[in-house]
């Protein structure tokens, strides 16, 4: 039988127009992450071949009803006529120089045109050598003009001034918008596959919102910080069946819970990153571990250049089509899941040997109930002397607003927890101009880069007073940038000073423990090891725990580490006379603070006085609690 027809196989256009939407998903976001780091990809090409790159990359966006712009621009190589139309004139070759022993995240060539295509405009603007190239894609209609010399008139109005590339591309496509300038800060920041350049001192991201009139409206520099953490594991891992492929692991536990993939996608902050020849391409704690509790904190990058030597030489299809990461169900990929799961099971196996050892610091199942059945009573103290404020939190009890600062100048809370790159509020309050005088102006700062103050300076004017107290509130607004940052923002003015400790935490709400859904303000007892010697007992505000630190010295020769012996009459005795002291110091520090008790001169006069009066009120009735009739004379 003789052949009719012989020829490559024809791929219509709306084929490409799907996968292109099927790659950016109408999201904007997806589209500046092809767009930033082809920039950085062609920096780093720049850094290959010996030359100097500027290692900017200008971020611009104009939000509008219909047809919102978004606009990507760099001074490294540029393109010239050739390289626009493989680029932009062609689908599916490899473009990016992948093949070419280069860097890159281009492993198709696709990501440019994909942008362009699933936004419905794009124009591409580059300078190389001297030359302007201009092309546009528009539903698949590729244009190019012929190159032309470039005019001094014409560097300045494109703002570069050697080589370089400017890509806009307009949203006229339906189902497009352009996030709120936080959101896409945020997104482009945390976004994985770009975690690399954001925290690359040798890149510098800056996002611009301009409005109809190309006026600009905000600009900021764009960050990514790595959270607070310590090294777990760092090691070399082999492959049994790849006996070529090198991986080299490092892991790290977070001071702090992070989110996860439930949470935020792409922008999830728990997990290990996959790179490869200097790009990101995926984000994971493995289909086994995703969503475990104990595997929270993990965070981390695994390298492994043999997924290069896949793509470049054996033309594996090892990256999904889409490019959202590993197809997990190709042979090596299979291989590496296994070898990671090993290693998380490692760390997760830890964890859980540490939470049943703290499960297991009170001992006796009957100390523990008596213990537990205190803390009712504990709270029924508190609320009797606290009203309303007792179990609501700090800041949040009917008429809080009107609670007086104790010394006249202070932040009310004095500890906050914030939420990571997400605007918090602080509230300072000032008697003015009984303490502060009226104009007065505070300066606020940080005294760690991890916490922006925003608002450095606030006034105190006596027309803002409260008419019956003289009270002027004023709301600081900060920002953290790191997981787990810890930090004071204090507040200066006319000689009066006032301090705020702050932590920044992640944005997965941690994972509420039996103690923590209890009501009241004191939830658990816990013997500490490693807290503070030098205090014996404290009351940890954010959690609600009474901590007894086993290392103090007149502790030490009563109780075990973890607590051991408390059952003993003694060590009853003595647990008693700590909780008094912490439950006492703590009611009479919110007395004072939110201004159930009147008094004259210094706060920590009045705390003392207030304190003194608590334990000679409550400190039989908490001993009757804790300590066994038995050893009641």
């Known amino acids: 039988m003789s052949i009719a ?41 720049l850094v290959n071949k010996g030359f100097k790159a500027d290692g900017r990359i200008i971020i611009e966006f104009v939000r509008k009803r219909h ?58 603007e580059s300078i190389k050598d001297d030359y302007l190239n201009e092309c546009t894609l528009e539903h698949l209609d ?21 080589n370089g590339t400017i890509v806009t591309l307009k949203a006229i496509n339906e189902g497009i918008r352009i996030p709120q300038f936080e959101t896409l800060k945020h997104s482009l920041e945390y976004f994985y596959s770009l975690r690399d350049i954001m925290s690359n001192g040798l890149r510098e991201v800056v996002l611009i919102e301009k409005d109809s009139r190309n006026k600009i409206k905000r600009q900021e520099k764009l960050a990514y910080i790595l959270p607070k953490g310590n090294m777990y594991s760092r090691k070399t891992v082999l492959l049994p069946e790849f006996s070529d492929a090198k ?146 939190g700090e800041g949040e009890g009917e008429g809080y607003t009107q609670i007086l600062p104790p010394n006249g100048f ?31 102006i505070a300066n606020i700062y940080s005294d760690t880069t991890e916490i922006i103050v925003i608002s450095n300076k606030v006034a105190f004017d006596e027309k803002d007073a409260n008419p019956d107290n003289g009270l002027v509130i004023s709301h600081i607004r900060i920002l953290g940038k790191q997981v787990g940052a810890e930090g004071i923002v204090t507040a200066e003015v006319s000689g009066h000073k006032a301090e705020i400790l702050i932590k920044v935490v992640s944005r997965r709400k941690p994972i509420e423990t039996q103690e923590q859904r209890k009501s009241g303000l004191f939830k658990s007892f816990e013997f500490s090891p490693i807290a503070d010697p030098h205090q014996r007992v404290k009351f940890e505000r954010n959690s609600g725990k009474i901590i007894i630190a086993t290392k103090a010295p007149s502790v030490e020769i009563y109780f075990g580490p973890n607590g ?70």
């Not at 003392?608 to 009641?632: C, F, M, Q, T, W």
């Open 5 to 45: 027809v012989k020829r490559k196989l024809y791929i219509e256009h709306r084929v490409a127009e799907q996968q292109a939407r099927a790659t950016i998903k109408n999201n904007p976001v997806l589209a500046l992450v092809e767009l930033v780091t082809n920039s950085d990809d062609s920096c780093k090409r």
């Open 410 to 440: 202070d932040f009310m809370p004095d500890y906050v927890q914030i939420v990571v790159d997400k605007e918090s509020t602080l509230t300072l309050k000032a008697l003015v101009p009984k303490v502060i005088t009226s104009g007065s």
């Open 247 to 392: 991986i080299e692991l490092e892991m790290y536990r977070a001071t702090e819970a992070l989110s996860g993939y439930e949470d935020e996608g792409p922008l999830r902050e728990n997990g290990l990153l996959i790179r490869s020849k200097g790009a990101i391409l995926d984000i994971t704690l493995t289909r086994k571990f995703e969503g475990n509790d104990y595997a929270s904190r993990i965070f981390g990058h695994v390298t492994c250049d043999y997924i290069d030597y896949l793509l470049r030489v054996k033309k594996e299809p090892i990256i999904r089509a889409d490019r959202a990461g590993m197809d997990w169900t190709h042979s090596f990929s299979k291989a590496l899941e296994s070898s990671l799961i090993k290693e998380i099971s490692i760390y997760v196996k830890d964890e859980e040997e540490k939470t049943k050892e703290s499960e297991r610091r009170i001992e006796s199942e009957k100390t523990r109930k008596r213990y537990e059945s205190s803390l009712p009573e504990l709270n029924k103290i508190a609320k009797e002397e606290l009203g309303k404020e007792e179990g609501e």
């Open 67 to 124: 047809g919102s712009i978004i606009r990507a621009i760099d001074y490294a190589e540029g393109f010239d006529e050739k390289k626009m139309d493989e680029r932009v004139g062609g689908y599916g070759g490899d473009t990016s120089e992948f093949t070419e022993k280069e860097v890159g995240r281009g492993y198709w060539g696709r990501g440019l045109k994909e942008a362009m295509i699933a936004m419905g405009f794009g124009r591409v």
């Open 564 to 633: 051991e012996g408390q059952e003993e009459g003694h060590c009853q005795v003595m647990l008693s006379e700590l909780v008094v002291e912490a439950v006492c110091r703590e009611i009479a520090r919110r007395k004072i603070e939110f201004g159930k008790e009147p008094f004259l001169g210094e706060a920590s006069e009045a705390m003392n006085v207030v304190h003194n009066r608590l334990i000679n009120k409550y400190a039989e009735k908490i001993h009757h609690l804790l300590v066994e009739k038995r050893y009641h004379r």
């Open 142 to 162: 590729y244009k190019r003009n012929y190159p032309v010399k470039i005019t001094k008139k014409k560097r300045n109005e494109l703002g570069i001034k050697e």
